[in-house]
């Protein structure tokens, strides 16, 4: 048995969460590569079942995971194949929650342990089409391409990868890869990811059988340079508070250990940075540096007319005091948002004096319930200016 044949064996048992979204390009799916790429180890289809029983859910590893207990005894009978963290069809259907009680059709999958059952429907809601490539597929890299091969990522189209001819060169290199390249939420990266963390992205390989590549590993290594742009959103950036021009790549691996990525052509006017590596890592991640100026005190304030004095405690639980100055009498809202925008609370909105304020967050959204542990910004402003700080619930 060659090399290449003993690689795509044992990596087919490690293949777990993105096989659900990879090897399930099922039906025409094949047909993105050439006929000399098909081959029996591509299903051209999985034996459909309809199950029901109760949802578990996972939340210990870098994506949440999802399983059915169909005796309600605690047990995973079946492991659920929902595809990527940031997909939602458009037909209204949703990930469970722990405890529901659920019904699953969808395709079969018994090399694993528990099966993994790829959702097709979801209590009677499509889910995703049981026929084609799915709708966050990626793309294959052929070790005989002709050109250059580019992989797009599917929230956003100026993300991409390309790889020259020659990227896979020898035996050790399976005739074809399947690549993805996605935007990932940098709360759900390997490690603590800390406030100076804007953007996130992951990169997986499979086979043709479905064996996953690399992931696991750190990184891959090409044969050739492969180029890479990362696009980036400036009003998140803004919100953030975070400095445009002090943007730093990282690649990050499973343990959550960091490396400064050198080397980069970013331009600030097209919001996108671009390198080349022949080595592809499993994460990546933006940093950039919180905006401050240094006054006498040795304090900082956010470069805006309005200031935030002091943040005590911080990291805090459950309640924290934020003191603020004001140069003009005037209207003032005080909101809490998480770091994808969202309002979490409206602390305050109405008139005060000239002078410092304090204000006190007891870490609850605008219905009065508790938050979970994370990183918050709360933004103050008086209609001409704002500024911002984060906030850190430990609990």
Not at 37 to 43: G, K, V
Not at 350 to 371: P, R
């Amino acid at each position: 048995m060659n090399l290449k044949i003993m690689n795509v064996i044992f990596r087919i048992f490690t293949a777990a969460y993105l096989i659900g979204s990879v090897i399930l390009a099922q039906g025409s799916g094949h047909n993105q590569h050439n006929d000399r790429h098909h081959n029996e180890d591509w299903p051209d289809s999985l034996e459909i079942i309809t199950v029901s029983g109760w949802a578990i859910v996972d939340t210990n590893h870098v994506h949440t995971m999802y399983y059915l207990d169909l005796e309600n005894d605690t047990n995973a009978d079946y492991h659920l194949g929902f595809g990527p963290y940031w997909y939602e069809p458009e037909t209204g259907a949703t990930r469970p929650t722990a405890g529901d009680t659920i019904t699953i059709t969808g395709g079969l999958i018994e090399e694993m342990s528990p099966s993994m059952v790829v959702v097709f429907e979801i209590n009677g809601l499509d889910w995703r089409d049981s026929t084609g490539a799915p709708p966050w597929s990626g793309g294959w890299v052929h070790q005989d391409a002709d050109d250059s091969t580019w992989i797009h990522c599917p929230t956003d189209s100026l993300d991409h990868l390309g790889f020259p001819p020659q990227s896979m060169m020898g035996m050790m290199w399976p005739d074809s890869l399947y690549c993805q390249f996605e935007e990932m939420d940098p709360d759900s990266m390997p490690g603590d990811m800390d406030s100076t963390v804007f953007e996130g992205y992951t990169c997986n390989f499979n086979t043709a059988m479905g064996g996953e590549m690399g992931m696991g590993q750190g990184s891959m290594g090409f044969d050739q340079l492969v180029q890479f742009q990362f696009h980036y959103d400036e009003d998140h950036l803004n919100m953030l508070g975070l400095d445009e021009e002090s943007i730093r790549l990282f690649s990050v691996d499973e343990s959550g250990i960091m490396e400064e990525i050198l080397g980069i052509n970013l331009d600030i006017t097209a919001n996108i940075f671009q390198i080349t590596d022949s080595d592809v890592a499993d994460y990546y991640v933006l940093k950039a540096d919180e905006i401050t100026v240094n006054v006498e005190n040795g304090g900082s304030i956010l470069p805006e007319s309005l200031s935030v004095e002091a943040i005590y405690p911080n990291p805090f639980n459950p309640q924290t005091h934020i003191q603020f100055g004001i140069k003009e009498a005037g209207s003032i809202s005080i909101r809490v948002y998480d770091l994808q925008g969202k309002l979490i609370d409206d602390l305050f909105n109405g008139y005060l004096d000239q002078g410092k304020h304090n204000v006190v967050w007891n870490a609850e959204n605008t219905n009065g319930k508790s938050i979970s542990s994370g990183t918050y910004l709360i933004k103050i402003s008086d209609g001409n200016s704002t500024v911002s700080r984060h906030l850190t619930l430990l609990k």
